[in-house]
């Protein structure tokens, strides 16, 4: 097991079509988690949508402590983790270009306008993962 | 977007070598994220070994609610979530038989006793996730 370096970080985070796991507190404390799309943004924080109504939504909006983690899923594993605070942009005149950008990231180009605007909903969020702590381990199982 | 069977649910749960990642609650009710391996026991439970000191050990002791989302992060996604209680057993006389089944699930059968040994430490817990809720979703972006 070794540390990635903030260079292997970034890559790491933008590897193919990796999804991002998030995790919330529901109101009554416990914790949630769900898959996201997500891209890195000009100052690479971990940039995604969601919809205002949504249980990640909902529990962002109340407590914006939010615990982020992508991994490899094959030998010899690597992560990474990052624990931060959301910053919550509602109706933001941007959310069309950050669900175009990153629907292109999962999709390809070529239906990255058609998912785009799928995903671009009235009451769609944007939320930056402001990070706190970020954790890169590489090669787990060596 | 479509529902899984339980079948499928089961069957996602089990392929190559998907990672689960959990969320746990920190001491201080923020939210805690990390990847595990797992194994499904004879009850179809997700089933992990982790360290008594390690921070989802400490959270699970003191908090036993859990989040496990395991993903295939390529298209057209899919997801399964399992919302639930943490079952746990310290001392297990059987713990190095979970680690070493584990072990061969993520390193293969020939690196199996290896890596479960590597894995039986003293203080490990063994954990059962009691499911309240499951969702398995397919074919996401479809």
């Given at each position: 097991m070794e540390k990635m370096s903030q260079e292997e970080i970034i890559e790491f985070l933008v590897e193919g079509t990796f999804t991002g796991k998030v995790s919330t507190i529901n109101k009554d404390g416990s914790p949630h988690i769900t898959p996201i799309w997500y891209i890195l943004d000009e100052d690479n924080y971990v940039t995604f949508t969601t919809y205002s109504k949504s249980v990640k939504g909902k529990n962002l909006l109340r407590d914006s402590r939010i615990s982020f983690c992508v991994d490899d899923?094959?030998?010899?594993f690597s992560f990474v983790i990052i624990d931060g605070i959301a910053e919550i942009i509602s109706e933001s005149d941007n959310l069309l270009v950050w669900t175009t950008k990153i629907a292109e990231r999962y999709m390809g180009k070529e239906l990255s306008n058609e998912y785009g605007k799928r995903n671009a909903f009235d009451g769609e969020l944007l939320i930056k993962v402001i990070p706190k702590k970020v954790i890169g381990q590489k090669d787990i199982s060596v």
């Open positions: 899923q094959v030998p010899p």
